[in-house]
């Protein structure tokens, strides 16, 4: 197994291929580590991705009064509050997580408490003021401590009233904070989407029977004030992470003949636009709903075959439910036939590296010819991919890991460097790597 901790050498694969199960769902176990550790009693949580993200995330709700613990079956038992938090006795820190620490804010904002919220340098530098603005006009104070708007951030929570909010930007998590906030708001919090982003938290709040409320664009929560309203424990089963899932599916498009399976994986439709993309690219894809989670998150059986892909456009609406898969998509156009132009996500800017920057400077060190606008990237292909020593993580997981995909189709090995970071979403991503590789 590769050492997350050092530089990691990927050899072109021989073979790929097989059929596995991927890691539970990052967004969604972080929903689950808030939303439980609030319930009253205890809930039990199958497939929490055992991530560094979501381990902070888990470890701030320990913080504020939950407790929480992996029992022999790797089950994930989870005693909540009730919804009393408790005064934490210093800072808390989220590590890389932008999804652990927005998400915190919203909660916290409807709190009588004064808790700061930090993580490490990627996510200090990363925009705060779209979460702090509509918080503190539901009557939290939330304060940017750090660097341009920036983490820490510290929230003096309270007495909220319920807003109507337009969201500025196509974002889950700030959306998902106000939702958060609106729980514990007095009258009704509604917030519109300018596209529409992954719906977790409604669909979760909607099967905790808290009285949500989507019409069109426009989604609502009855805030029930400081007396929060209270839901009990129950079972929750995560499905496998789709972002985990679609390295392996990047890796199998772009190699003809090639066929990899991934079962149990989460097929919420925000999530997978990367499908369709695939699609038009020339790769076959074959989905198999499962019926379990029907109701609470879909999840299913995803195949797909390679095929010579061709280059695409990729923009508008589609990119916020495919936009943590738009590394490993510039990485596999390397390998398509043609221009592949992904436009309208400038917000790749501001994740846990400038991902549109990160990637063009790693595909020019493998040969591949790439252009960078502000919102996006044009890459051309077929590319005879040359091999680097030289690959950079830029302590971006999802860097790293496209990397990783591209030199499965090299021809000789290429190092990537400061892969632990790897470790905050897909701690067995090497390991999955050498099951469908061998
Ligand atoms: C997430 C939302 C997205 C996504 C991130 C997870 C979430 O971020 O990129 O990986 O769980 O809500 P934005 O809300 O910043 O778009």
Not at 28 to 44: F, P, T
Not at 154 to 174: C, E, F, K, M, T
Not at 255 to 269: A, F, H, K, Q
């Amino acid at each position: 197994m590769a050492d997350l901790s050092s530089s990691v050498l990927v050899a072109p694969a021989a073979r790929i291929g097989g059929e596995i199960a991927v890691p539970g769902d990052k967004s969604i176990s972080h929903r689950i580590a808030i939303l439980c550790s609030i319930a009253r009693g205890e809930s039990v949580v199958h497939g929490f991705l055992r991530c560094e993200d979501c381990l902070h995330t888990l470890r701030a709700m320990a913080a504020l009064g939950a407790r929480a613990h992996f029992d022999a079956d790797d089950l994930l038992r989870i005693e909540g509050n009730g919804g009393r938090l408790l005064q934490p006795a210093g800072p808390m820190d989220l590590g890389n997580s932008g999804t652990g620490l927005r998400l915190l804010a919203g909660l916290l904002a409807g709190h009588p408490l004064d808790v700061t919220l930090t993580g490490d340098e990627s996510l200090r530098s990363r925009p705060m003021r779209r979460v702090a603005e509509p918080l503190e006009r539901m009557g939290a104070q939330v304060v940017l401590t750090g660097e341009r708007g920036a983490a820490p951030v510290r929230i003096v929570g309270g007495r909220l009233r319920g807003i109507s909010y337009d969201l500025p930007i196509a974002s889950a998590q700030v959306k998902s904070a106000i939702l958060l906030a609106g729980l514990f708001a007095e009258g009704v919090t509604t917030v519109r989407e300018p596209a529409p982003t992954r719906d977790h938290t409604e669909r979760l709040l909607g099967a905790l029977g808290l009285g949500i409320q989507i019409e069109g664009d426009r989604i609502s929560v009855n805030g029930a004030g400081l007396e929060a309203p209270r839901w009990h424990g129950a079972e929750w089963r995560i499905p496998g992470d789709f972002s985990a899932a679609a390295f392996w599916f990047a890796a199998a498009a772009a190699r003809p003949g090639t066929e990899v399976t991934i079962r149990g994986v989460g097929l919420n439709p925000r999530r997978t636009a990367f499908l369709d993309v695939l699609r038009r690219m020339g790769a076959e894809v074959e989905v198999e709903r499962d019926l379990v989670c029907e109701v609470w998150e879909p999840a299913g059986r995803v195949t797909v075959r390679g095929r010579g892909l061709r280059g695409v456009e990729v923009g508008g609406a589609e990119i916020p439910n495919l936009i943590d898969e738009i590394p490993v998509l510039a990485a596999i156009a390397a390998l398509a036939e043609g221009e592949t132009r992904i436009r309208d996500a400038a917000e790749l800017r501001v994740k846990e590296s400038d991902r549109i920057a990160a990637m063009a400077e790693n595909l020019r060190r493998v040969g591949v010819e790439v252009e960078t606008t502000e919102d996006g990237l044009t890459v051309r292909g077929p590319a005879a991919l040359r091999p680097s020593d030289a690959l950079q993580s830029y302590g971006d997981h999802r860097i790293a890991m496209a990397m990783a995909v591209l030199a499965l189709h090299g021809s000789a090995p290429c190092a990537i460097h400061n892969c632990a970071c790897i470790a905050t979403s897909y701690p067995t991503f090497f390991q999955d790597l050498e099951l469908l590789t061998r």
